[in-house]
């Protein structure tokens, strides 16, 4: 175990012992300032800002998260409410927390001293406001690539029927110079030019626009693919830290014992 690693597990103890000595004492589960310290640093941990806000993976963090504060309280201050109430509890406090830093800095003019909970949430706040500005970014590109797409099979659609109808202006212009044989005797091989340029056109017509369509498929498969890849990576994560985590609770539970046998003697 890392120097680091080892200091967290310290840190979360405290924690721990802290929420046991000021929760409620009421039959009823009450927030606490360590809850929401465990709720904060776990968040960081997990990070749920990686995915898309109302996305199942986003959810499932959250539940890591609750079930995570779960296995750390005893029967009677466990999280019962689960993801919800975690994901609600965050969106409380990080709605204070804009609006105590906006108050106190108009106030005073200089940015307020903040708490450890402050110091965690600016953090947070940080992470989730830059997810969402990167998706925004993302949608806006979406969008972009979608119009220029469009755009352009409408322009070749256009430019092919500028040809026909240029083939067409052609035509009437020869006709309109020959005089000889009868009009009856070649309207039929005129007819089958034409339609014969017409097919020709409009298979061009069908070919662009499958070009387009065959790119458009393949940019949507590269995406469907990253995402694949992302998912994998965090599913990886998921299970990494799930390791680390019952190493924690473990070594938890190892100092609580010590702890206990240290009182009891």
């Excluded at 721990?16 to 000595?21: A, N, P, S, T, W």
């Excluded at 106190?104 to 706040?125: F, Y």
């Excluded at 995402?227 to 924690?248: G, K, T, Y």
């Amino acid at each position: 175990m890392s120097k680091d690693q080892f200091k967290r597990n310290i840190r979360l103890s405290k924690i721990y012992f802290h929420v046991l000595l000021t929760a409620s004492k009421s039959r009823y589960f009450v927030w606490t300032e360590g809850h929401d310290v465990l709720i904060l640093c776990e968040a960081l941990t997990s990070k749920p800002y990686n995915f898309k806000p109302k996305s199942s993976e986003r959810e499932k963090v959250w539940e890591s998260i609750a079930a995570y504060l779960n296995s750390l309280m005893s029967r009677e201050l466990r999280v019962t409410a689960r993801a919800r109430a975690v994901r609600d509890r965050y969106q409380l406090l990080s709605k204070k927390f804009k609006n105590k830093m906006a108050e106190e800095e108009r106030a005073s003019g200089i940015s307020p001293e903040m708490t450890e909970t402050d110091k965690l949430l600016e953090q947070i706040v940080e992470q989730f406001e830059e997810s969402e500005r990167d998706a925004g970014e993302q949608s806006e590109k979406n969008d972009q690539n979608k119009e220029n797409e469009r755009k352009k099979a409408e322009e070749m659609r256009n430019r092919s029927m500028e040809k026909l109808g240029e083939t067409q202006k052609r035509k009437a212009t020869a006709e309109d110079g020959q005089q000889t044989t009868p009009r009856k005797r070649s309207s039929g091989s005129e007819t089958l030019v034409y339609l014969r340029e017409k097919a020709e056109r409009e298979f061009e017509l069908r070919q662009e626009e499958l070009e387009v369509k065959k790119k458009e498929q393949s940019a949507q498969l590269q995406m469907f693919q990253y995402m694949q890849q992302q998912l994998q990576q965090q599913q990886q994560q998921q299970q990494q830290q799930m390791q680390v985590q019952i190493q924690q609770q473990q070594l938890q539970n190892q100092m609580l014992l010590a702890l206990i046998e240290k009182i009891t003697k």
